[in-house]
């Protein structure tokens, strides 16, 4: 079983590698003009369940149910086709 040193070795860089590039896309759609989507402030909810995870949940699954569309309703048909990679709450 690995120790948390291990687990620090072996991952350490690669995640500071994706926490720099997340911190660069914020800082790049900071210092542009216009208006931001839906999909920004569902990028920062996901960021603040990744840091304070709900009880019982894995801050994987805290940042998988920050993008997730929580309707139990069937969509009565599809509007888009593609993804945007996060909710959007429809008027």
Known sequence: MP???DIQ???F???RFKLLE???FLDRVDRHDGEAD???PAFLKALEAMQNPPAGTTRAQAVHLAFSDHST???ESATIQFAYGAFQ???
Do not use: N, V
Request: avoid cysteine; proline fraction near 5%; aromatic fraction near 10%.
């Open 3 to 5: 120790t948390k040193k």
């Open 9 to 11: 070795d072996l991952y």
């Open 13 to 15: 860089m690669d995640a």
């Open 22 to 24: 997340i911190a660069s």
């Open 38 to 40: 839906f999909r920004h």
């Open 73 to 75: 309703e069937p969509a």
């Open 89 to 91: 709450e429809q008027d």
